[in-house]
């Protein structure tokens, strides 16, 4: 390809409208231009390092026995319904008419449309298991769409949904899949953690991992221990109990002590004011689940999981109280809640658990309580983990390592859904045995264009995109010096040319521009391999450079084709 | 890939809902599955259909020298405005609002996406010509949608834009993707004839042309001609003009003469009452055009083509008057109309004009008028060609051969549109003179899902498809007649992985099924080569059979796969 006829608009300023890497990365570089917030076009060169992560994850499914299928974005209004999803879903799904006022739905996933398909097609056993899969944009209507592709409205997907006879076959399907995601993100060179998560809002009894890009700008914390290899998203991160200090002042054995706090209503005032560590004191939230009242009471340097609270209590909706309802609930104004009389139900963290004695509020304006002992004082609470892990917790696998915390990205993501949709659209089959039984499914998606923005954001440096060779839009760029010295032009053409016709893919720039412009556009788009053709042209020496080296190599024709090539390296 | 493991649901019976052939097979066959009205899910095989599709049109594209790209389904209603086509579009186009209650339209087509985006990046004259072009679902709310995928609501297109500095440009540019189109159209096997068209509501100044596969089915008509290689869309077909023969009564030289009609409105009626045959009568319908009445006269053997006059006037709107219209204008009934003393303005045919003399309505009720002479009382009158081009026409090209006519569906359009969205949407360049001007555009669509319909209407038999090697689901079939039968099925399973690995497309029949069941599948299916593992199965003899031919050869294990692999024929 001769770059004087791509269409690759570079910027050689930052776009103010950027804040991630990876997003600057692909405006400058002319991968990607801005429709609409959270809306891309993709420019060539981004086009192909696109249609390169679609070929991957399209070998990987094929490989693990999936089937490419593709369903339609125009989703039935009335299979959501019948799903529970249509309202649920709330204003991400995005809703339109027909000319004939029929709803339909944009679909963010197609749970519902493969369910009914199936439901439609397989009746018995013998045509289990089955695992189907497409490449597909899907729209999502983001409340804050940013980062360029990493929280967009409109995407490319790989979604797969397998369907089995019993649980072990989901847990076949799974693990293959698992495996499949494995080698897709590693093939992409990308840097990543399989995690166990949350389940969400799509459901499913079984268990669910995540697959985070590590990365600054990701939107999830993971928590991963740093002696085995458990890992977690900190939305589901559990932990390795531990005793914590003894608070100790002049109470007596089982007395509570009445203090003193005038407005002093948070965790760190009270700290200063009582000259004690956080985590001797006991903080309690009131929440309203489902429309009653509860309070959560966690260890002053821990922080509520409420994801974990809503789980625990099969809730639908988890929300902290306002000042009026706690007012009520409590008789004191906000900051002085605690678990001492409340008439309401108490959720008590394991780490509250496990102190012998700890500060609480009194439920009393300017009041705390100390020496208030679980063991004598909490007997009445729902204990359990309704905290998120925190760095230096024991890890809850091998009770030996201690949690670190990193930033991720989620590219992918496996569910074990087990018969959530296959019961609500009545997806049944056939045993053996002739007993008709819901399939039990599993889904598995990537999402395909953030997957780009991810590897972005692990993939450059100070002067462009570092390209993993597997997914670059050419292997090599020949840069010839000057496009109008006629030995360096032919001599470019004739090396871009033996090139293409070993069938790798090049890039001629040809350009009549200066030296400099051409290097710095070479280092933004970042090709794996760059020949540069310039004044040693005539004796056949050209310089050979990889973008992920710094080293320059002046080297014969012959030997840069074949290391080009990949025959020599 | 084995059988049992495929989603590929085959039916016996013809779906009731199908009428055409392409449509039921595609049902039968497995490749499809209707979701809503017009809102289809491809199948495996279906899937496996349409990515050959794809591959062809982008290997065709990439040759001629256009870049891929992938814009957005959902475009900002405001470029539709700016375009002038976010009214015009009517009901067709459809609309959304996103959570901020802006507008959006579902891109049935880009034209207003790409002149947007190549007016933000391209300035210069220096980066023309570009053409871009993607393969993307497009949208399009069809009234009725019908025939399966000829006629869909969610479907897939290729479309292409070209920008160039000059009308020579854009002429080269269309003539590269004329030759594009031949070249794609002819490697999916495809019966078809690239025909002038009528520009229609995308506009444009130059020329047009369709491609058109020829099928009975097809919802438009084609006049070619039976000499040379003149082809258009009956919308646009011109004819050689020829003088008709002249109608004799009693009458004087130029005197009109008053024919008695009671209740005689329809040609039919006139033939038989008046014993003269059509081709005498001058056919006089009233028109509305933007809000203007007209008189169009044509032949009484004739059909007025009403995109002809519409052209003709340059009419925004053009539709048959009421009944009350006709009757003030004319001062008769419905049916009585003629062109003899109408004060509105009157377009006459050119094959009115070569009349010598006719029958036309007298505006009076239950009267004609004879003797109309063109050169006495039509002289108020504009001519030109308002009529459908009739079989038997002389070509307007050759003025030797006769026209003749075919039914097409159309699968391709290639549009010189000028500078229709360049100047509505300010996409302007600067000449190597300095100059600003507008980008003189081209613009160029494939239906890649339709395309399958319309191969689909080509290649079948009573049995099934029978697929064009290029876009077969798979190369070859291996059936074993018996499943159970240990050495069958070994040799099946043999073949099957030594063509597998020699890359060639396997399908194995390794059901458990009658042989009669397998052999309708296969049939069905259509994959061109069929390769029966029976009896002499122990002997090493198999049965090859193209799914084209009705010849069974009996040959040996290698000679068959050397046949199957393309090395020998």
């Known amino acids: ?20 890497a990876s997003h600057q990365l692909m405006l400058r570089a002319g991968l990607i231009r801005q429709l609409a917030a959270g809306i891309y076009t993709y420019l060539p060169l981004g086009r192909r390092v696109l249609r390169k992560l679609e070929q991957i994850v399209r070998e990987e499914m094929d490989r693990a026995g999936a089937q490419e299928i593709l369903m339609p974005a125009m989703q039935p209004a009335e299979l959501w319904q019948q799903s529970g999803r249509y309202g649920e879903y709330g204003p991400e799904l995005i809703r339109l008419r027909d000319r004939h006022e029929r709803e339909f739905a944009l679909g963010p996933t197609h749970e519902e449309v493969i369910t009914a398909l199936v439901r439609d097609e397989v009746s018995s056993y013998r045509q289990l298991p089955v695992m189907l899969y497409q490449i597909q944009t899907k729209f999502r209507d983001e409340k804050r769409p940013r980062y360029g592709l990493l929280r967009g409205r409109e995407f490319l997907m790989k979604d797969a949904y397998s369907f089995d ?21 590693t093939r992409c060179g990308l840097y990543y953690r399989a995690v ?41 991160a559990e932990y390795g109990t531990e005793l914590a200090a003894h608070y100790e002042q002049g109470q007596k054995q089982d007395e509570l002590e009445r203090l003193h706090t005038p407005a002093i209503r948070k965790i760190e005032q009270l700290v200063q004011a009582l000259g004690v560590s956080a985590d001797l004191l006991m903080k309690t939230l009131i929440y309203v689940a489902d429309g009653s009242p509860i309070a959560v009471v966690v260890r002053g340097d821990h922080e509520v999981n ?10 639908a909706s988890l929300e902290l109280a306002d000042q009026e309802t706690t007012e009520r609930i409590t008789g004191a104004p906000v900051g002085f809640a605690g678990p001492v009389g409340l008439s309401i139900p108490i959720l008590a963290d394991f780490a509250v658990m496990a102190l012998e004695a700890g500060i609480a509020g009194a439920n009393e304006k300017d009041y705390h309580l100390g020496n208030v002992k679980p063991g004598v004082h909490l007997t009445n609470a729902q204990v359990g983990d309704y905290r998120n892990a925190a760095a230096g917790d024991k890890c809850p ?13 989620e590219v992918g993501h496996v569910f074990k859904l087990g018969t959530k949709y296959s019961e609500a659209l009545n997806a049944r089959f056939l045993t053996a045995a002739g007993i008709e039984q819901p399939l039990i499914m599993g889904c598995y998606g990537i999402g395909v264009s953030r997957l780009l923005s991810a590897v972005l954001e692990q993939h450059s440096d100070s002067n462009g995109i570092v390209w993993p060779e597997s997914i670059a839009p050419y292997r090599v760029h020949v840069v010839p010096v000057s496009s109008k010295d006629q030995v360096q032009m032919d ?45 040693h042209a005539a004796e056949g020496i050209v310089e050979l450079k990889r973008r992920n080296e710094t080293q320059v190599q002046a080297i014969g024709l012959e030997e840069a084709i074949s290391i080009a090539s990949g025959i020599e390296n």
Chains 1, 2 share one sequence.
Request: a negative charge; aromatic letters at 6%.
């Open 397 to 409: 696998r091998c009770g030996q390592g201690r949690l670190t915390f990193h930033r991720g990205i």
């Open 306 to 315: 409420e994801i974990k609270v809503k789980n625990m209590l099969s809730a």
């Open 165 to 185: 006879e019993d649980w072990e076959g989901l847990h076949r399907s799974y693990k293959s899949m698992y495996e499949a995601y494995n080698r897709i993100f």
């Open 1 to 20: 390809m001769r770059q004087s006829q791509l269409l690759m608009p570079t910027l050689r300023e930052v776009p103010s409208e950027a804040e991630a």
């Open 196 to 236: 166990e998560a949350d389940a969400g809002s799509i459901g499913g009894e079984g268990g669910t991992h995540e697959f985070m890009a590590l990365a600054d700008i990701g939107e999830d914390t993971i928590a991963s221990c740093d002696s085995c290899d458990y890992a977690a998203n900190l939305e589901k």
């Open 491 to 535: 001599l470019a053409m004739h090396i871009a040319a033996r090139l293409s016709d070993a069938g790798i893919e090049t890039l001629l720039d040809d350009r009549d521009e200066r030296p400099g412009v051409k290097f710095k556009d070479s280092d933004l788009i970042g090709i794996p391999i760059r020949i540069v053709v310039g004044k």
